[in-house]
């Protein structure tokens, strides 16, 4: 079977409460995404989903790790010493991170963020962003800048960014949160679709549409709540 994208243990992130909250704990014990992958990251408003996306993508730095392989590679030192040149260079590499807001550069058109994410990613011919951006019902609006869209184009420009890299490991972070359903539906199931060799981890609130098109769900829930903290941790549903 390989080598897994993601095999990690041991993953502490501590943050301070803002004005008055609890303090914020996720621990993850053990974490493995194999290629082909199909997981929905679920759970409740706040409890952590964004924030165990960026540490996957190498955004955020743990404060404990005690082993964090990505495609076999142990990273684990480099992110606790937030090594940021390498960790830009795994990033640019095995992965692609689709986040909320898009992240689209603004004085580029939606065609050309796309054709430069597949160049940074050395991903090769940009042949497939037209079938991609036609999937997601994008074509006519490849050569428009950002702001000329609207808020759920932005968020399909992002998602045809994020999958022409070829990355192994594919992060979205509610890639149809501003979505209508029947765009929602294609979008969801064209991030399914991708080649069966990358692992996609995909964090939403759309649990129906999730498991509609394939995703086995892992939910973040909270182990423990008190005033100081929230101690929250990850429950995998079994495949
Ligand atoms: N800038 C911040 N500083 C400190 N704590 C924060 C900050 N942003 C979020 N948090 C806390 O971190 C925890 C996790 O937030 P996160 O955004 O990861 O949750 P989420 O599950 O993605 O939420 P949502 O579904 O609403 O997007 C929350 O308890 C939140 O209060």
């Known amino acids: 079977m390989g080598e897994p994208c993601l095999d990690l243990a041991g993953l502490v992130l501590t943050r301070a409460g803002r004005a008055g909250s609890p303090a914020f704990r996720l ?3 053990r974490l493995t995404l194999w290629p082909g992958a199909r997981i929905g990251l679920v759970g409740e408003s706040g409890i952590g989903k964004s924030t165990l996306l960026d540490l996957l993508a190498l955004i955020r730095r743990p404060d404990q790790a005690k082993s964090f ?3 076999g590679t142990e990273i684990a030192p480099d992110l606790l010493k937030d090594r940021a040149r390498r960790l830009t260079r795994y990033r640019r590499r095995h992965i692609s991170y689709i986040l909320q807001d898009g992240g689209l550069l603004p004085y580029l058109s939606v065609g050309a963020n796309a054709r430069l994410a597949t160049r940074l990613a050395r991903a090769g011919h940009g042949a497939q962003i037209e079938t991609l951006a036609e999937g997601l019902g994008i074509a006519p609006l ?5 702001s000329a869209l609207s ?3 932005r968020q399909r ?3 045809l960014r994020g999958l022409v890299s070829q990355a192994e490991l594919i992060l979205a972070d509610e890639p149809t949160a501003a979505l209508d359903a029947t765009n929602a539906g294609a979008t969801m199931r064209l991030i399914a679709d991708l080649p069966e060799d990358r692992a996609v981890l995909v964090s939403s609130h759309h649990e129906a549409l999730l498991s509609a098109c394939g995703f086995a769900l892992w939910r973040l829930v909270a182990r423990e709540r008190s005033a100081a903290l ?3 941790s990850l429950e995998i549903e079994a495949i």
Request: cysteine-free; glycine content about 10%; aromatic content about 0%.
């Open 27 to 29: 621990e993850i014990p």
């Open 69 to 71: 392989r990505l495609l």
């Open 142 to 146: 490849l050569h428009k800048l950002p």
């Open 151 to 153: 808020g759920g184009q």
């Open 157 to 159: 420009a992002a998602v």
């Open 230 to 232: 929230t101690r929250v």
